[in-house]
Structures are given as C-alpha cells and as structure tokens.
C-alpha cells in the first residue's frame, strides 16, 4: 500500500532542517502544480511556497511533453521562488534543483545520482527525476517530479528508473521530500546571495553529460552531433561538432549516444 504523504508530518521534519519555506500544500489530484503555482505567483503569492500532489492529470515536462505517474508513487511537487539576483541567471535553477536532489538523494537514501543537462537527474544512466522551470513576472515556478516506488512494470519509458529499483535505503516520502527541500533552500540562498557560480561548479562535479557525445535537437529543428566539453557562467552547455568548433547552448534537447553512434 503507498500510503498518503503526511503533511503535517511533513511540515514537522521540514521545520527542524529549514526556516524557508513559508507554506506546504498537499493536494490529491491536480492538472499541474506548476500550472497552480504559476497562478497563485500572479495574485502575488510570496516565495516559499510549496505544491505536492498525489497525482497529476496534466502534468508535462520539458518542451510540452506529458509527464505521468501512478498516484502516490512519486513525488510531484512545484516551489514558487522570488529571485533577487539579476534575470538572466535565472536559467540556473534548473541546475541548482538538479544540484540540490542529487545531494539529498545521497544523503536521505543512498543512493548515488548523476546530473544530465540541462534537468534530468538520472540513476544508473536512467532517468529517476525531470525538473521544470518557468517565470511568471518575477516569481520562477520550479516543478520536480522523482519517481519514488514505482516498478519496473508501471515506468513510463524503459530508459526510466525509481528510488525502488534503485535500492534506496528508504522510500518515506516525508523523508525525501524534507531532505529535498531543506537542500533546495540552502542551495538556492547561496545562488541568491552570491550568484550561480557555486552551483555551476556543483552541477559539473556530478555531470552525466560532460565528455560524452552528444545529439541537440534545437527548438527550431537543427541538429547538432559533437562532444559536450564544457558548461559556461550562466548554465549554457559548449559543445564541439565534427569539425571542432564548439557551440555554446542556451536550449535543447540532449540525447547521450554511446560510442558506436
């Protein structure tokens, strides 16, 4: 039986590690917490805010793809942040969520997690967690979902994975979530206070996607094949073609294609 998250429980353990966030909200059923959060960020919601669903009906991942999970096997949650640091770094709270799961996955459940740009974290070269963020003005809505106790049979895609298949040391979702969360606010409040660099260097420590061949599709159609060399300032992943130039990207879908492709 995958029992119901506890918030109040969670909001306990939560309290005694971090004193950033100013509200969790559990919710059985939702089309999307990011798109809930989006919303409550234009009536003029303050950061801290948090969102768990048991389920999603409209969940999605990057570039508009449905994201789904059996009720109460994972954990679907979105955050609603109020950056101070200037916009264009931005684009680094994808790293810094992947940054922050990937430290608590090891410390709550060790469990060892690689990090593949630019928002998958992944276990065994599969994919355990996708990470989402949009602005809304001047709020980021950060969403997250981890695959918690899902089995082989109920992943979505084989190239999929969960904290059960891979051996976690526990899968309380009050745990993880705590864990989760307490390292996405100490993480962030550095970010905040001294910019993306910390976590950039964070991100490249742990990358799955760092000297490995690589195929970009680009929002606007063109494909790139080459080797990931590099990850600049401001997130954007270098990558040098066939001919050896390389290519800084702000945007796109990586694939990690093994040597013989």
């Known amino acids: 039986m995958r029992k119901p998250l506890d918030r109040h429980a969670l909001w306990s353990l939560l309290s005694e590690k971090s004193d950033f966030w100013t509200e969790v909200d559990v919710v059985q059923v939702t089309g999307s917490t990011n798109a809930d959060l989006a919303e409550a960020a234009k009536h003029g919601a303050p950061e801290g805010l ?43 709270l994808s790293l810094l969520t992947a940054v922050a799961l990937e430290e608590s996955l090891k410390a709550v459940c060790g469990v060892r997690a690689k990090l593949k740009w630019p928002n998958d974290v992944l276990i065994d070269g599969r994919k355990v967690c996708g990470i989402l963020a949009q602005v809304e003005g001047n709020a980021v809505i950060v969403g997250a979902g981890l695959n918690v106790s ?55 420590r742990e990358s799955a996607t760092l000297g490995r061949h690589v195929a970009v599709s680009f929002p606007n159609g063109r494909n790139l094949t080459g080797r990931a060399v590099g990850i600049d300032a401001d997130g954007c992943l270098q990558v040098a073609g066939p001919d050896g130039a390389v290519e800084t990207i702000a945007a796109g879908d990586i694939v990690h294609l093994r040597p013989q492709d």
Not at 65 to 91: D, I, K
Request: glycine residues 8%.
């Open 150 to 204: 899902l089995t082989e049979e109920e992943l979505p895609v084989p190239e999929a994975t969960s904290l059960r298949i891979a051996g976690a040391s526990t899968l309380d979702r009050v745990e993880i979530a705590a864990g989760f969360l307490a390292h996405v606010a100490a993480v962030y409040q550095t970010w905040n206070e001294r910019g993306p660099a910390s976590v950039i260097e964070r991100w490249r």
């Open 50 to 92: 948090v969102l768990i669903a048991e389920e999603q009906a409209a969940g999605r991942g990057r570039l508009g793809r449905q994201w789904v999970s059996p009720a109460r096997a994972g954990l679907t949650m979105s955050f609603l942040l109020r950056p101070t640091v200037p916009r264009e770094q931005w684009g680094t």
